[in-house]
Structure formats: C-alpha cells, structure tokens
C-alpha cells in the first residue's frame, strides 16, 4: 500500500478526543534481537510476494498458524507455530484491476481478520481503486486519482481461499462516487485487526476526509462480524455512522465519524492486556507534532476513545519519512502479537508478546521490492 502518498493529507490528523491524562498507562520494551520471518529475495513465490501490510494472525481448526500481510496477490504464511511460518505459494485472494469503479476490484489487500472456528474467516480488505491507471481521472498523478475503500470477504476453508460478493460488500466507502472530489486521494484507508470487547467486535481505520467529514482515524463496531453491513463508526457519542457502497440504488451513509487521537495516520495493531484490561496500540509516525522522533511507538487507553501520550519503541525512518535521505532502510507496518494468547485471533496479549514490523530497503529515492518480516520480543508492564 503506497502509505508514504496517504500520510500527505493524514500527518497532522484531526483530534477530537483528547489524550488522557499523564502519566503513562504501560511501558513496552524491546528485550531481543531482531528476527527474520520472511525475507524477499529469499521466501517468494513470484515478485508480488513482499510484505505490505501489518501481520494479521488466526489460528486455524486443526491448531496451525496463518499469517496474513502480504501484497495485493495474497497469500498466507503458514506453520505449526510462529516458529515455523512459511509462505505457501496458494494465492487466497487475487487483485482483477478491474476498470469499473463500482466493482471495487482494482488492487486489494487482505488486512483483518476474524474466525470463531478456525473455519470460517471474515475479512477486511483495504481496495484501492487508481482512475489513473484506468484513464478515468480529470487531473494527473496517482494521488490525485486515488479512491479509497474497505471491503469484505469470507473464507470458508481457514483462510485458504476467500471469496468477495457480487456485488462486493463494502463495509465503509466515501459516500460519493469515484470521480467525485479528484485532485487528493478519498476514502478509507488501512483498518486495523479486528478485535474483541465482550460481545463487540471493534476495527481502526484512516480516512483523509472530504466536506462534512474531518479526517483522521475513525473506531468502527459491530455486534455481529458474520454481517458486514452492522459494522457502525462512533460519531462522537454513539455507533451510528455508517458508509455503504455509494454506487447502489438507495444507499444512504448516516452521520460522521470522530477522528479519535493520538493516531496520526493508520494504526498497526491494537491488543488487550489480559491482566489489566487496558489497550495498547502500536503505530508509526514521521517527526512533527507530538512526535519527537520518526519509527513505531505505542499509546494505552482504557476505553479505545482516550489515549495516553505516545512513546517511541524504535527510532528510525518510516514510510512516512523522505527515502531520499533515509539511509538506506526503512521501518514500517508494526503489529503486536502474543503467540501464547487465548483463541484463534491473537487480539490480546500478556506480560510480553512479539512486535512484528516490516523493513524496506531505499536505493536512492526509490522504496524497492526488497523488504523482510522481522519480529522482536516485548517486554509489557501495564499499571493498574
């Protein structure tokens, strides 16, 4: 996903809900080395197979591991264990470049997921739709003629292949179509995983906004995932707004979501402390602002609304920062994982999980293809 192009209207995203009150709910520290899980030039099945999303796990019915963050020819990584994840070269969801707007079939990432029974798995999918690459655009440029939306697909077989409705399920979309509002990138951007709080199901994502809808990061849930069209933003006092496909007769969105802070752009992960109930997301960001440093940091919050001030886990360049002077490497796509959590969808954590994030090599100005999957032990303390 081309998230250096996104971060041009979302680095000083709106906040509408403010950080909560010092001092800090947890501290996260990094207590080994680095570990390759996928390396590019080494683990590929084709030149599609580069990390390009945030690692998103389940755990499948017969108790192995799937692993999904690859690119818009998807595909899993699997294994018994996080130990021994490989990348099975099955594509589980392939990008049409379809020319039709309203097909939502140009370039899609799978980037949640959610299973009861390691059989059948929900999907969010990140759909991004380029007029320009369609000769369907007034203006010129890619981010000029960037459409935005998120999607939904079912698996039925443990995430070995996933299919999309006809026509597609769109869980959140501009309400306006297409060749609306040209000249800056529309729509939303990059969910988070899915998670859980009681009988709710909960994702993140970034939206750049348009008239009537500020931009920032937007809360949505659900009080069935099986159901696409239950999914609800939090508008500032309840789950009411909603984004249907703007291309069906008869859709009407309802309402605006609250930008909630301290998120600048896309949020990696968010996971549940099983001690303390608190939750921890982890993210990255370029300097500016609140953001002493570029690289990944974390904030805490007790209720996904308020969160304490961020905190920087590695320092170092992002895909949000100039690769020109980046010195050869870049650090991006960070999310937290307990390979010891309860159930099949690892969205909570103890008292250390594993970080995992994607580095990217530069070669001038240029991002290449050359990016591994590396993962990191964390320490975690959470303050009641």
């Known amino acids: 996903m081309l998230l250096r192009l996104l ?56 108790g192995g591991i799937a692993l999904f963050g690859m690119h818009y020819r998807n595909r899993a990584l699997r294994g018994r264990d996080f130990d021994s994840l490989k990348l099975d070269c099955r594509i589980v969801l392939d990008s049409a470049f379809k020319p039709e707007p309203e097909a939502f079939d140009d370039r899609t990432w799978i980037t949640a997921t959610w299973t009861e029974d390691g059989t059948r798995v929900e999907a969010l999918l990140h759909e991004e739709y380029h007029a320009d690459t369609h000769q369907r655009c007034r203006t010129t440029g890619t981010l000029a003629c960037w459409y935005n939306a998120i999607l939904a ?80 933003a939090f508008d500032g006092k309840a789950f009411t707004a909603r984004f249907p496909n703007p291309y069906l007769k008869g859709a009407k969105p309802v309402g605006s979501c609250a930008p909630v802070g301290p998120f600048p752009a896309p949020v990696g992960s968010v996971s549940r402390h099983r001690g303390t109930g608190a939750w921890i997301a982890v993210f990255q960001a370029s300097t500016g602002g609140v953001f002493s440093r570029s690289g990944i940091y974390w904030s805490t919050s007790r209720d996904l609304l308020a969160w304490d001030a961020p905190r920087l886990l590695i320092a170092g360049p992002t895909l949000y920062d100039d690769p020109c002077t980046s010195g050869g490497e870049l650090v991006s796509y960070p999310s937290l994982l307990d390979p010891a959590a309860p159930g099949r969808n690892f969205d909570t954590i103890g008292d250390t999980a594993t970080l995992f994030t994607v580095t990217l090599k530069t070669k001038g100005c240029e991002v290449t293809s050359e990016r591994d999957l590396v993962r990191r032990p964390v320490a975690i303390k959470v303050w009641p």
Do not use: M
């Open 7 to 62: 971060l041009a209207c979302l680095c000083v995203a709106a906040v509408t809900v403010p950080a909560a009150a010092e001092p800090p709910l947890s501290a996260l520290t990094l207590v080994g080395p680095a570990r390759t899980v996928f390396k590019a030039g080494r683990d590929a099945c084709d030149g599609h197979d580069v990390p390009d999303a945030p690692a998103r796990a389940l755990r499948e019915a017969d």
């Open 153 to 232: 697909a079912r698996s039925t077989d443990g995430g070995r292949s996933f299919t999309r409705a006809t026509p597609p399920t769109v869980v959140a979309a501009p309400p306006f179509r297409q060749e609306v509002e040209q000249g800056r990138h529309r729509g939303f951007f990059n969910p988070s995983n899915i998670f859980s709080d009681g009988r709710f199901r909960y994702f993140y994502a970034s939206t750049t906004g348009w008239t009537g809808q500020p931009f920032g990061v937007c809360l949505f849930r659900s009080d069935d995932v099986s159901d696409p069209a239950r999914w609800r």
